[in-house]
């Protein structure tokens, strides 16, 4: 079965970086729009970035661009989130998605039909 997991969350000052990878078993990873997505203690999940299965298309959250960058490694089934001059409003869990079919368009929306990671906490302290 597809298995996502996350990894690289943890606690940083506001200023600082981290980078987010999700580790991609169970598909074809190459083929599938992936996406990452991230939830506030209180709040709705909401879209971050995603990036489309052959890597030449993006889509950032207003809140993100300029800050954080999507990437992929198919030779390594995995997906990276870079994380840029973070700020107290971006702590939340994190969270990996992958289209539920190949060859899809980006992914906006967390659509419960995605396969999902367990997610990754990020704390940034003022």
């Known amino acids: 079965q597809v298995q996502l997991v996350e990894s690289g969350g943890g606690l940083v000052q506001a200023g600082g970086s981290l980078r987010l990878s999700c580790a991609a078993s169970g598909l074809t990873f190459s083929r599938y729009a992936m996406g990452w997505f991230r939830q506030a203690p209180g709040k709705d999940r909401e879209f971050v970035a995603s990036?489309?299965?052959?890597?030449?298309?993006?889509s950032y959250a207003d809140s993100v661009k300029g800050r954080f960058t999507i990437s992929r490694d198919n030779a390594k089934n995995t997906l990276f989130l870079q994380m840029n001059n973070l700020n107290p409003e971006d702590t939340a869990v994190y969270y990996c998605a992958a289209d539920n079919s190949p060859l899809g368009g980006l992914l906006r929306r967390p659509d419960n039909n995605n396969y999902w990671g367990q997610g990754t906490q990020v704390t940034v302290s003022s």
């Open positions: 990036l489309s299965w052959n890597g030449y298309t993006t």
